[in-house]
């Protein structure tokens, strides 16, 4: 069983920006996927980004050039730097692993007020 420590959300203004972070242990397999989903209050879990052990990642249309995604694999940690956010940026961000098994993190709640 893989825990996921997230941390980051909260509160921010329209235009700015935050990161957030996600740090795995516990895993008995090489993690290959990290990223990130989110679910905003009425919709479904939708993917924001993703990344490879190798470091490729893959985004959301409504996030390129907005997100970044990078990863530090000594650390098992995932990270999303969010810039130009937007209300509709709004949502419940979920970390994301992949290690033979998908696991889940609790949720971390980003809010973005215009």
């Known amino acids: 069983q893989v825990q996921l420590v997230e941390s980051g959300g909260g509160l921010v203004q329209a235009g700015g920006s935050r990161r957030l972070s996600c740090a795995a242990s516990?895993?008995?397999?090489?993690?290959?996927?990290m990223g990130w989903y989110r679910q905003a209050p009425g919709k479904q879990r939708e993917m924001v980004a993703t990344?490879?052990?190798?470091?490729?990642?893959n985004y959301a249309d409504s996030v390129k050039g907005r997100f970044t995604i990078s990863r530090d694999n000594a650390k098992n940690t995932v990270y999303l730097l969010m810039d130009n956010l937007k209300p509709e940026d709004t949502a419940v961000y979920y970390c994301?692993?992949?290690?033979?098994?998908?696991?889940w993190g609790q949720g971390t709640q980003v809010t973005v007020s215009s």
């Open positions: 516990g895993s008995s397999f090489r993690i290959s996927i």
């Open positions: 994301y692993v992949l290690a033979f098994v998908a696991s």
């Open positions: 990344i490879t052990n190798g470091g490729r990642p």
